[in-house]
């Protein structure tokens, strides 16, 4: 799996923090960031499809 580098402000990383670990939703940061990216990219799918940006073909 590719490994990526990213700058995150503080108060983001203290907040995501809250959700990670033993007593948190997620096992480790690394899980709590795909979880996150992969709900974003679902409503940024889910946004296109009803301005009808689209295309069928590409997602079959």
């Given at each position: 799996?590719p490994k990526?580098?990213?700058?995150?402000?503080q108060?983001l990383?203290d907040d995501?923090?809250?959700?990670?670990?033993?007593k948190?939703?997620?096992?480790?940061r690394?899980?709590?960031?795909?979880?996150s990216?992969?709900k974003?990219?679902d409503t940024?799918?889910?946004?296109?499809?009803r301005h009808?940006?689209?295309d069928?073909?590409?997602?079959?």
């Amino acid at each position: 799996m590719p490994k990526v580098s990213v700058e995150i402000p503080q108060e983001l990383l203290d907040d995501l923090d809250e959700h990670v670990g033993d007593k948190g939703k997620f096992v480790n940061r690394s899980d709590a960031i795909r979880a996150s990216i992969r709900k974003t990219l679902d409503t940024l799918d889910e946004i296109d499809e009803r301005h009808g940006r689209v295309d069928l073909k590409e997602t079959d």
